[in-house]
């Protein structure tokens, strides 16, 4: 039976299977994938069944598979990471791992899902992220979602052959604007 665990309209995020650990460990190996990911060493199966037995037991991570609407397996995943409960912070991470859905909105829609947990359930006041200054992609997915730059980190990471600059991006409560829960409209900021 499907699990839904928060659907949005052209897909819903759900918790992630042992079974489904062979296709998440297939797309985080795809070197087109891979490349624009922190991930650079070989991930077997076992170890991502290992990796995600090590989230369940982690109130500080929530990862979550992504799905379309009607099909069951993962086109990707999804997480919120290092919640900082003081702050109410946590750090945002993502992979569209099916290049074949790329183009079609799915990173944004997973994103803004992921929004509307972290604000609307879990209470943050602040989601963020890294991203290679060069991910174009990723940093306009992120920015339809209603994230903005806050920084650039210099020759932060080194990937393929050379240094390349990390962007630092976040989202604070009062910008979010709620994909699924229209009632949780923050207030307008002040001023
Ligand atoms: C980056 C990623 C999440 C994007 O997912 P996606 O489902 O293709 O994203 P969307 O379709 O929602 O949006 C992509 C946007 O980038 C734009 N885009 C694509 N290529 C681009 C380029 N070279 N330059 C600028 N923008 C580009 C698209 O036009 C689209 O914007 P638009 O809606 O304004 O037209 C996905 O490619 C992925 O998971 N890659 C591998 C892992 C990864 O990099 N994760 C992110 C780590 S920070």
Redesign the pocket.
């Known amino acids: 039976m499907t699990s839904v665990f928060l659907p949005g309209p052209r897909l819903y995020l759900r918790p992630i299977e042992r079974e489904d650990a062979p296709r998440i460990a297939a797309y985080i190996n795809d070197p087109q994938?891979r490349r624009?990911?922190l991930a650079h060493r070989p991930m077997s199966v076992a170890e991502e069944q290992a990796f995600l037995e090590a989230r369940e037991k982690d109130e500080h991570h929530v990862v979550l598979g992504i799905a379309r609407q009607g099909q069951e397996e993962l086109i990707?995943a999804t997480g919120l990471h290092l919640l900082d409960f003081r702050s109410r912070r946590a750090e945002l991470g993502?992979?569209?791992?099916d290049r074949s859905?790329?183009?079609?909105?799915?990173?944004?829609?997973a994103t803004r899902l992921m929004l509307d947990y972290g604000f609307g359930t879990l209470n943050l006041h602040k989601v963020w992220?890294h991203?290679?200054a060069h991910?174009?992609?990723?940093i306009?997915?992120y920015e339809?979602a209603g994230f903005r730059k806050e920084g650039v980190q210099r020759d932060q990471h080194y990937v393929e052959g050379r240094y390349v600059d990390a962007v630092l991006m976040g989202i604070i409560r009062s910008e979010w604007t709620p994909l699924t829960l229209p009632s949780a409209a923050p207030e307008p900021a002040e001023g």
């Open positions: 994938v624009t990911l990707g993502l992979m569209i791992g859905a790329w183009g079609q909105g799915f990173g944004t829609e992220l991203v290679y991910h174009a992609p990723a306009r997915v339809k």
